[in-house]
């Protein structure tokens, strides 16, 4: 099943992102279940930008996978922040036997302690790592550990970020060597894997429709290629597109590759 969440709140004060979010709906049609947006006021409570319309949302994608019993699922977003219901999702039905690729150009592995922005999309695999707000971790089914992550394409990081990665070991390839990913995959001994793409890896000189874009991206080609060759020789059981502000579905046309591997 594929999941459209419109979730801008956690970019901040500007809903590009849900913008971005309509036009990949109108991409996919009719094939797919939309998450409902939160009515709340964007204030900012315990250091997160928008911390109600966050918490009310990720309640609301809960109550839909929790009753949909599904194996695999495949998100759209919307900003990273949408990531800690799906992932912490399949990690507890897979009994944390999940290894999660992380395509993006940044991190998100802040605190509400460490972020300079306080926005919530830089802070996703740090509550599912169990560290951050109380109330959002409440909403999660499961925790997981460094070893379940490698990141693709890191390259724009803030100094408390470094220092984690550093101190937890946490595996980053900064390029987009795919035998370097399958041979990481087969020594995490995880048999599960799940795919996290942020449009913001991608060189912006290709695909310029991303909220944060930073230079010296991946190849559109390349990563559709690290999509397709993970389907190919892996259980991939969760995929999740982010951070899209296209307005128009001719904005999508360079990343069309991509986008046709969504579905599971």
């Known amino acids: 099943m594929i999941f459209i969440n419109p979730q801008w709140q956690g970019s901040g004060l500007t809903d590009e992102l849900k913008k971005g979010a309509d036009t990949l709906a109108q991409y996919f049609k009719t094939d797919f279940t939309a998450i409902p947006l939160s009515g709340k006021e964007l204030t900012t409570v315990y250091n997160i930008i928008g911390f109600y319309p966050i918490l009310e949302q990720a309640e609301s994608f809960k109550q839909i996978i929790s009753d949909s019993k599904l194996e695999k699922i495949s998100t ?20 944390n036997d999940l290894f999660i690729i992380y395509i993006d150009a940044h991190a998100d592995l802040n605190t509400p302690a460490t972020s ?14 169990n560290e951050g707000n109380e109330l959002i971790k409440q909403k999660l089914f499961s925790f997981i550990q460094p070893g379940q992550i490698c990141y693709v394409g890191l ?37 599960k894997i799940y795919i996290h793409l942020d449009l913001d890896v ?12 930073s230079d010296n991206g991946l190849k559109i080609k390349d990563v559709a290629n690290i999509i397709n060759n993970l389907k190919e020789s892996f259980d ?20 069309e590759e991509i986008l046709k591997q969504v579905r599971l």
């Open 116 to 129: 300079p922005s306080q926005a919530f999309h830089g802070m996703p695999l740090r509550l599912l790592l």
């Open 155 to 191: 390259r724009d990081l803030d100094e408390a970020e470094k220092i984690f990665i550093e101190e937890n070991k946490i595996i980053s390839l900064t390029t987009a060597d795919y035998e370097i990913i399958e041979l990481t995959i087969k020594q995490s001994k995880k048999n």
């Open 202 to 213: 991608l060189d912006p000189q290709e695909f310029r429709h991303s909220l944060f874009p």
């Open 236 to 255: 991939v059981v969760g995929i999740c597109v982010t951070e899209c502000t296209a307005t128009t579905l001719e904005d999508l046309q360079p990343i």
């Open 76 to 95: 759209i977003g919307g900003d990273c922040g949408i990531e800690i219901i799906p992932i912490s999702y399949l990690n507890k039905v897979y009994g």
